[in-house]
């Protein structure tokens, strides 16, 4: 019954709106209004031209000095400093260049807007103006693309052998880490088969002697200045890493392993202080549609400095200690220094192991 | 000598067989349904556009209120949208994705690809070239009824038990490959391959039938140098489209193959709901690569229609020469060139190789040049005008000042080490919207009141032009500006929430505003299709050349019928801009008009061509090309 009235409602309102637009249409024309005529809504779109143009402009400047604040985040990584520089100094260029532009154009508009029996000018070209705004954004741009293409270099470019080596994979819809282990810092082998519904949620193959001490986490431990090199992978389709305080972005991509490397310059605790938020935490996110969870793809990251960091990581139980089931996939020969290096078997000691081999 | 006596007879033959044309009494289905006229074909495109439009904005607002008021219950919108309001009264974050997917796809396809090419190119080119009809009205024919047939394919699929293609826009696999990863990429996705694989066909018939026209039904003393921009727009907007919409058929199909037959193109490696998949040695990258080789380009098939119909409305309506018209087609030209070799910037941090992301990085950002000096050109045009403030001007207006403010936003994306950060967040989202949403959904806008007069004879009602443009003009700044910062900020695009991230649950206010001016931006629309559909039937009576303009199709009577003029096409014996022409009695002077008519305003290269001028025109394409 409600919505009966709600629609009645709309169709009367509805009904008045055209009966005003036919009346004000008839008596426009009763009186002999001529609409070919050039008149004062022309005059009133100008001026509107101007009201926007200094409402929008001055909006646009409040809003942005304002909350600069609440609009920009903090910058906890090396390259970021760096991108973050560029982008505001293409800001900078651009703001001028958008201002001034603006400001001449609907200058323009007001200004010559259409007066009765005054000629517009008959400018069809000029070589030298169109040759200036060709050259000059050039040049600006080609400033612009260079320090560019330096960053990116830079920031793509090979990672030192010494880098920290941790492993994120992407699945709808949640992030696991996988670090390399304190023992042999590489990571183990992986194969998509392999993976399966009890426990080996990596795939890792335990014929290869890297896998034995690799260790799984579930938030994303990382140590401060240090070169971090970020392996990503995904194992449905296709996923986005983003750790947006390290300006860090890579897509985790089926079957084509990407990495990213950087370097944190703050810790956890030295963010909450900064901010001081206690409640502060790094979080990294996904950032490449992947269905119906996308939104929701959260992992937390802790940064710690190195010692912490070291401690935590020895720590961490070996994945083949939690899941012990998976010995018997482990060839033979390799048992033992499976065992040992998982943490299963106490470490016998260099001399034991001599004599086993 | 005997073949070009064959073809002056064809010639005549061809004159007699249209004049009896005009004569001809065709039946309703001939005359409006299954048309070969060229100017009711616009009109079916148009008019499905709108529809189109209408419903991608109505997606749009349904998605926003998710966005604007997460806390609201959206319990009314059962009865339409029944099982994707979940229990609790929420949209279900399947079919918000599935929303996202179809708006962006309706939006740029079906909107302003079909709606804004479909309409214009096939109304104008025949007028503005002095035409009688398109090169091939059957190909015309066909083309609209193929996009209608992807129409009903596209729309159909939104009333799936599964859903519509629910991957995003850009059907990136693996996603839309593997029916368990999202309902949407089921039966939907399947409907939506096949839509767009006859909407391809559509555009490509339609874009073969514009290059053949406007190169072969000039009328005399049409060369290409006195071509309205609008032409030149539409021209290199249907060669890029000839040239990239196929990319995209070979992409999609095969993508159809990775889905139903078991091949491995895009998939390689994947692990879901509890089995590894035989699917080996494919690249999703690859899919990425094809998709945006069109996909790039079609940011120009659906801008390039709109700068075309502004340049030609701004220098109507400052009543000036259009500033350094050479130019304007060198910077079309040069961006449709560049439109094809920078599709990899969509792609910086896919996982493509580095040193691929440092080329592309280059070859964007000279993209940005053309176009400053197509803004630098419009800018001046305005100089020293004499404006009338049309709704159609208004818009042109609008369609520059966002082609300037998304614009330059482009410079920030297209710097790879800059895109880092920004990449897939609502920055992105800023950007494309102002500067090819609604840049190009303004000259669309913007042609469609300035074209009016010719397309029904009568004139749209200027007052509520004036509010739906000031409406929809700052609605859309309201709606797009703020995304910036939120961008800045770093909030993902295509996400059904925010707030479980402590670093995006932020600008809860600034959501609302930009969902608020959605609303109203999509309500003010109303006012245009009221204005749109009273008019045509009871607006004001036009007169032949409302707007005193210079171009071909002005020179046709009121209601063109049949055939486009009456008597002879006119010949051509100048440019297109002759407005304001020092010494002229009017401030316009129309390409049909020969120099020896207008001894007062001729500079005094044009005295030299009066000599050439026959009645026919013709002498004055011979010095047109001897002079350059």
Known sequence: MTSLIIILGVVLVLA????????SNLVSIAKGHDDEKVGTANKVNAALFIVFMVGSLGWFFWYSFAYYDNYT??????????TDFLFWITMGVTVIAFTIISIVMFVFIYQYQYQEGRKAKYFPDNHYLELAWTIIPAIVLAVLIFTGLRAWNDITGPASKDAELIEVIGQQFAWTVRYPGVKDKELGKVDYKLIDNFGNEFGLDLTDKNSFDDFKSLELHLPVDKEILLKIRAKDVLHSVFLPHFRVKMDAVPGMPTQFKFKVTKTTQQMRDELSNQNFNYEMACTEICGRGHFSMKMTVIVDDQETYEKWKASQEAWLKQNPDYLKKVPNALKEAAMIKAGMQRDPGPSVAEVNE | MATTDIHTHQDVHHHDEHDEHGHHETNFWRTYIFSEDHKIIAKQFLITGIFWALLGGILSVIFRLQLGFPEVSLEWLRPVLGEWITAEGKLDPEFYLALVTMHGTIMVFFVLTAGLSGTFSNFLIPLQVGARDMASGFMNMLSYWFFFLSSVTMFTSLFLETGPAGGGWTIYPPLSALPQAIKGSGLGMTLWLVAMALFIVSSLLGGINYITTVINLRTKGMSFTRLPLTIWAFFFTAIIGVLSFPVLFA???????????????????IYIGGEALAHDGGSPILFQHLFWFLGHPEVYIVLLPALGLSSEIIATNSRKPIFGYKAMIGSMLFIAILSFIVWAHHMFVTGMNPFLGSIFMLLTLIIAVPSAVKIFNYVTTLWKGNIRFTPGMLFSIGLVSFFLTGGITGIFLGNSA????????????????????SASFFGMMAGVYHWFPKMFGRMMDNKLGYVHFWLTFVGVYLVFFPMHYIGIAGFPRRYYSWTNFDAFSGFADLNMLVSVAAIITLAAQFIFLFNFFYSIFRGRIASANPWNATTLEWTTPRNPGHGNWPGEIPSVYRWPYDYSKPGAKEDYIPQHIPYSETPESNLPHENELIKLETSNGSGAIIVEGSKH
Not at chain 2, 418 to 437: E, N, P
Request: hydrophobic content about 50%.
């Open chain 1, 16 to 23: 008045i709106l055209y009966m005003i637009y036919r009346v």
């Open chain 1, 73 to 82: 985040l903090p910058v906890a990584s090396e390259h970021g400093k760096h």
């Open chain 2, 418 to 437: 800059i895109d880092i950060q920004l990449h897939d967040t609502y920055f992105v989202v800023a950007h494309f919207h102002l500067v090819m949403g």
């Open chain 2, 251 to 269: 992409a999609a199909l095969l993508l159809i193959f990775d889905r139903s037959f078991g091949t491995s193109f895009y998939l390689s490696d």
